[in-house]
C-alpha cells in the first residue's frame, strides 16, 4: 500500500495536505513564480507555504514560522461540525462558493486540505487526491472484491442485509421501530487511514455485527461497500439507532470491538438527518453544506 511521506526528523506520517504544502514549496524553491503558485489557494495553504520556505531562514526565524504551520494540524483531528466550522472561519466566501461543501464534508480527514487545494488551484491537472486514488486502484478493487458479498451472507435474521443501498447496510434485532423516525440520532466512526485497506477487513466487519446482535442492539449498521468509500469518505462505520439512546449504545459496542481488534479511532461523532426546506429528507451531511451556504451568504457573523 502506498504510504505517505515522512517528517526525516520525526518520521511521523505527512498528511496529503502538508505534502501538497511541500510541493508547492519545492517548486518555488526551483524558481516557479510564488506569486502564481499561491493565487488562489486557501490562506491555511499560503501560510503553510510561507511556513515551509521560512524553513530555509536562519534558527532565529524558527519559531515564527513553526507558529505559522501549526494552524493545519487540528483540521484532521476536527469531527464533521468543528471542521465546518473551520470552514466559515479559515475560508473566504468566494472561496467557500467555489467549494463542493457536501463532498468536503465527507472527505477523510486528512485529505480535508488537500481537497481544497486541488479544488481552488488554478490548474488543469487532475490533482493530488486523484493521483494518489489512482495509484491505489489494484488496491481498492481487492478490498470492494471481498466485501461484495457481505450483505448477501445475511439474507434474514437477527442479522439482516440491506442491499441496493450503496452500501453494506444490516438491520440488527428488527423491532416495529426499525427505520420509523427519520430524525434520529446517528452515529459515526472515522478509522485511522493507517493501512485502513488492509486492516478493516470483512472478519472485523462480521465482529461487529455478532457484537451489536448479542448485546441486543437494536438498529442499523453500515459499512462501505467498495475500497474507493472506504478510502475516500470519513464515515466509515454508520450506526442508526431505533432510539437515540440505542445510537449512542451501540457506538460502545463498535468502539469496544475495535479496541479488542486494535483499530485505532481517529474520531467519533453524532449527527442527525432532518427535512430540508422542500420537504425532502436529507442527511446530516447535506444540513451542514446548507448552513455553510446560508451563513457565507448572509455574511452573518455568528457561528453555524
Not at 511556513?51 to 519559531?63: C, G, H, N, R
Not at 443501498?165 to 478509522?191: M, P
Not at 447535506?286 to 457565507?296: C, E, F, G, K, T
Request: glycine fraction near 6%; charge should be negative; proline fraction near 5%.
Amino acid at each position: 500500500m502506498e504510504r505517505l511521506p515522512t517528517d526525516v526528523q520525526t518520521e511521523a506520517p505527512v498528511s496529503a495536505g502538508q505534502a501538497k504544502i511541500q510541493e508547492y514549496a519545492d517548486r518555488i524553491r526551483s524558481g516557479e513564480s510564488k506569486e502564481s503558485i499561491m493565487q488562489g489557494l486557501p490562506p491555511s495553504f499560503v501560510e503553510g507555504i510561507e511556513a515551509a520556505l521560512a524553513q530555509d531562514v536562519p534558527p532565529e526565524s524558527l519559531a515564527e514560522s513553526q507558529a505559522a504551520s501549526s494552524e493545519a494540524a487540528p483540521v484532521e483531528s476536527l469531527d464533521q461540525d468543528a471542521f465546518a466550522q473551520w470552514i466559515t472561519e479559515h475560508l473566504s466566501k468566494e472561496e467557500i462558493l467555489r467549494l463542493d461543501l457536501y463532498t468536503l464534508l465527507t472527505v477523510r480527514p486528512e485529505n480535508r486540505l488537500a481537497f481544497i487545494a486541488d479544488a481552488l488551484a488554478a490548474s488543469e491537472s487532475a490533482g493530488v487526491l486523484y493521483e494518489r486514488r489512482v495509484a491505489l486502484l489494484p488496491e481498492l478493487r481487492a478490498w470492494s472484491a471481498e466485501a461484495e458479498s457481505l450483505v448477501t451472507q445475511h439474507p434474514s435474521g437477527a442479522i439482516r442485509g440491506v442491499s441496493g443501498t450503496g452500501w453494506n447496510h444490516f438491520i440488527i434485532n428488527e423491532s416495529s421501530d426499525t427505520a420509523k423516525q427519520e430524525d434520529r440520532k446517528k452515529a459515526y466512526v472515522c478509522l485511522e487511514n493507517a493501512d485502513l485497506l488492509h486492516t478493516f477487513t470483512p472478519e472485523v466487519m462480521e465482529d461487529i455485527l455478532a457484537a451489536l446482535r448479542d448485546h441486543g442492539y437494536r438498529g442499523q449498521v453500515k459499512f462501505p461497500m467498495t475500497g474507493g468509500q472506504l478510502y475516500d469518505k470519513f464515515d466509515n462505520i454508520v450506526l442508526h439507532g431505533d432510539t437515540d439512546e440505542e445510537s449512542e449504545r451501540g457506538l460502545a459496542i463498535v468502539t469496544e470491538v475495535l479496541t479488542a481488534r486494535a483499530l485505532p479511532v481517529q474520531f467519533t461523532q453524532y449527527g442527525q438527518d432532518g427535512i430540508d426546506e422542500s420537504g425532502k429528507k436529507t442527511s446530516h451531511s447535506d444540513m451542514l453544506a446548507a448552513s455553510i451556504r446560508a451563513r457565507v451568504q448572509s455574511d452573518t457573523p455568528s457561528g453555524l
